[in-house]
């Protein structure tokens, strides 16, 4: 089994900062991208950042130049560090990795997400 756990978020002040994370645990052979989604009430989920196992990123247009996404691939883990956060970036935070596991008959890629995190910017 494989399991995405976060970590981080809360409560903070608009222009204020908080950091993610989020760490890949289980039967693992590889992770191919991990990354961030976002989901405020009453919309759908979005992108917010990814990160490829080679160390490409890419950014959801309202977060670019104020976020940073990272890993660290001998932890399996996934970080977000987000500055000048906006009451607008109020939402669910999500991770997502590409995880391959080695199975008896081969191996096996699946999307896996974790349960959410939750941020709050006060204005």
């Known amino acids: 089994q494989v399991q995405l756990v976060e970590s981080g978020g809360g409560l903070v002040q608009a222009g204020g900062s908080l950091s993610l994370s989020c760490a890949a645990s289980?039967?693992?052979?590889?992770?191919?991208?991990m990354g961030w989604y976002r989901q405020a009430p009453g919309k759908q989920r979005e992108l917010v950042a990814t990160?490829?196992?080679?160390?490409?990123?890419n950014y959801g247009g309202s977060v670019k130049g104020r976020f940073t996404v990272s890993r660290d691939n001998a932890k399996n883990t996934v970080y977000l560090q987000m500055n000048s956060l906006k009451p607008e970036d109020t939402a669910v935070y999500y991770c997502?990795?590409?995880?391959?596991?080695?199975?008896?008959?081969?191996?096996?890629?699946?999307?896996?997400w974790g349960q959410g995190t939750q941020v709050t910017v006060s204005s």
């Open positions: 289980g039967s693992i052979f590889s992770i191919n991208t």
């Open positions: 997502r990795a590409g995880i391959s596991r080695r199975m008896t008959n081969g191996i096996n890629f699946d999307d896996y």
């Open positions: 990160v490829t196992g080679g160390g490409s990123t």
